[in-house]
């Protein structure tokens, strides 16, 4: 399973990549607002400095147009910022016509905004490379976001679909191993969820006796000379 992490913060980007586990970048229109990131030119520019902070790893950016014309128009300038850009299309009717032509012009998309097995498989009908179902805010409106996965999951299996589920909104370290588990194929998290991964009580206890017992033995040698 792919790491991606989901912000447009450039320390937490730089932090994550630092760890050696990061395979790329989910942003969107919230995100890079809470950056404070105003103006095409900046957006541009920060996108540019996302892709060349992750070097080679895929980083999605959102259109903020719904019409088809406007889609595609949007999808093709920030396709042309740099070759791991990946154009987020979100799932309505006329994203879904954008999809099949980017499909079919070599511009590569991620279908965001996806809450149900039907919806993905409009997506990978419409040749998504990657699938984003939010499994988070399925789980805040009481139906259960690793359970989708798995439903896409086996209905891309059952059916040779290509596209990639790339789990979305996830909230906690337990939602990545859900989700890995589930089949997902990418999970985009947010800092904070990839570093509790990190975390077990157990780890810290072990740790501090071996430091505590490699001291005493450390002091046996000094004593010994
Ligand atoms: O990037 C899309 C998705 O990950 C949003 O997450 O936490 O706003 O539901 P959240």
Same mark, same amino acid.
């Not at 447009?8 to 630092?18: C, F, P, S, T, Y």
């Not at 359970?147 to 909104?169: C, D, P, R, V, W």
């Given at each position: 399973? /792919?790491?991606?992490?989901?912000?447009a913060?450039?320390?937490?980007?730089k932090e994550? @990549?630092?760890?050696g586990?990061?395979?790329?970048?989910?942003?969107?229109?919230?995100?890079?607002? /809470?950056e *404070?990131?105003?103006? %095409?030119?900046a957006?541009?520019? @920060?996108y540019?400095?996302?892709?060349?902070l992750?070097?080679?790893g895929? =980083?999605?950016?959102?259109?903020i147009?719904?019409?088809?014309? *406007?889609?595609? %128009?949007e999808?093709?300038?920030? &396709?042309?910022?740099h070759?791991?850009?990946? =154009?987020?299309?979100?799932?309505?009717?006329?994203?879904v016509?954008?999809l099949?032509?980017?499909?079919?012009?070599?511009?590569?998309?991620?279908c965001?905004?996806?809450?149900?097995?039907?919806?993905?498989?409009?997506?990978a009908?419409?040749? &998504?490379?990657y699938?984003?179902?939010f499994?988070g805010?399925?789980?805040d409106?009481?139906?259960? *976001? =690793?359970?989708?996965?798995?439903?896409?999951?086996h209905?891309?299996? +059952?059916?040779?679909f290509?596209?990639?589920?790339?789990?979305?909104?996830?909230?906690?370290a337990? @939602?990545?191993?859900?989700?890995?588990?589930? *089949?997902a194929?990418v999970?985009?998290?947010?800092?904070?969820?990839?570093l509790?991964? +990190? /975390?077990h009580? +157990?780890t810290?206890?072990?740790? &501090? /006796?071996? +430091?505590?017992?490699?001291?005493?033995?450390?002091? =046996?040698?000094?004593?010994?000379k």
């Amino acid at each position: 399973m /792919k790491f991606f992490i989901d912000t447009a913060n450039l320390a937490q980007i730089k932090e994550a @990549h630092d760890l050696g586990i990061l395979d790329g970048v989910t942003t969107n229109p919230s995100l890079m607002a /809470k950056e *404070g990131i105003r103006g %095409e030119e900046a957006i541009n520019q @920060h996108y540019l400095t996302i892709c060349e902070l992750v070097d080679g790893g895929d =980083v999605s950016v959102e259109v903020i147009s719904t019409d088809l014309a *406007g889609i595609i %128009e949007e999808g093709k300038k920030l &396709a042309a910022i740099h070759p791991n850009i990946v =154009v987020k299309v979100p799932m309505i009717k006329d994203g879904v016509k954008a999809l099949k032509w980017f499909s079919d012009n070599g511009i590569r998309t991620n279908c965001t905004l996806v809450f149900s097995a039907g919806q993905a498989i409009l997506a990978a009908k419409a040749g &998504a490379n990657y699938v984003s179902p939010f499994i988070g805010r399925i789980d805040d409106s009481n139906w259960d *976001g =690793v359970q989708l996965i798995e439903q896409i999951s086996h209905i891309y299996n +059952l059916q040779g679909f290509k596209t990639e589920i790339l789990a979305a909104s996830i909230r906690s370290a337990l @939602h990545i191993v859900k989700c890995a588990e589930a *089949g997902a194929d990418v999970c985009t998290c947010p800092l904070e969820s990839i570093l509790g991964l +990190l /975390k077990h009580p +157990l780890t810290d206890i072990g740790l &501090a /006796k071996f +430091l505590d017992d490699a001291k005493k033995m450390k002091e =046996v040698m000094v004593g010994a000379k």
